[in-house]
C-alpha cells in the first residue's frame, strides 16, 4: 500500500531555501511516476515538477532554475530542493504519484497523494 508522507515545509524570507521530503512508508518508489504539486489559497492546484518512471523531469515554468527534484530510491524518498524563494512560492505543497508512467504526463494524475506540507514565504 502506498503512503506518502510529506515533510521540511515552513516559513523562510524571500530568497531562503527549504527541501521537502515525499517519502513512501519504507515501500519502492522507481515504479512510480511522481511529482510535486502546490496550491495557494484561492487558487487552482498546479504541477510544480515532476520525475517520470524513466527519469524524465519536468518543471513549472516559474520554478525553472530555482527548484530540483530528485529522488533516492534506496531511502524510497522523492525530494524538492527549493532555493531563492519568492513570496509567490507560499502554498500547501502535495507530493503525488501514479503507478508507472505519468498518467497525465509529464505530472501523475494522482493515483495516492500525501496530506501536504505548508510553504510561507515573507517578503
Known amino acids: 500500500q502506498v503512503q506518502l508522507v510529506e515533510s521540511g515545509g515552513g516559513s523562510v524570507q524571500a530568497g531562503g531555501s527549504l527541501r521537502l521530503s515525499c517519502a513512501n512508508s519504507?515501500?519502492?518508489?522507481?515504479?512510480?511516476?511522481m511529482g510535486w504539486f502546490r496550491q495557494a489559497p484561492g487558487k487552482e492546484r498546479e504541477g510544480v515538477a515532476s520525475?517520470?518512471?524513466?527519469?524524465?523531469?519536468n518543471y513549472l515554468d516559474s520554478v525553472k532554475g530555482r527548484f530540483t527534484i530528485s529522488k533516492d530510491n534506496a531511502e524510497h524518498t522523492l525530494y524538492l530542493q527549493m532555493n531563492s524563494l519568492k513570496p509567490e512560492d507560499t502554498a500547501m505543497y502535495h507530493c503525488?504519484?501514479?503507478?508507472?508512467?505519468?498518467?497525465?504526463?509529464?505530472?501523475?494524475?494522482?493515483?495516492?497523494w500525501g496530506q501536504g506540507t505548508q510553504v510561507t514565504v515573507s517578503s
Open positions: 519504507g515501500r519502492p518508489i522507481d515504479i512510480y511516476c
Open positions: 503525488a504519484a501514479d503507478l508507472d508512467y505519468c498518467h497525465s504526463s509529464p505530472y501523475p494524475v494522482g493515483d495516492y
Open positions: 520525475i517520470n518512471i524513466d527519469g524524465n523531469i
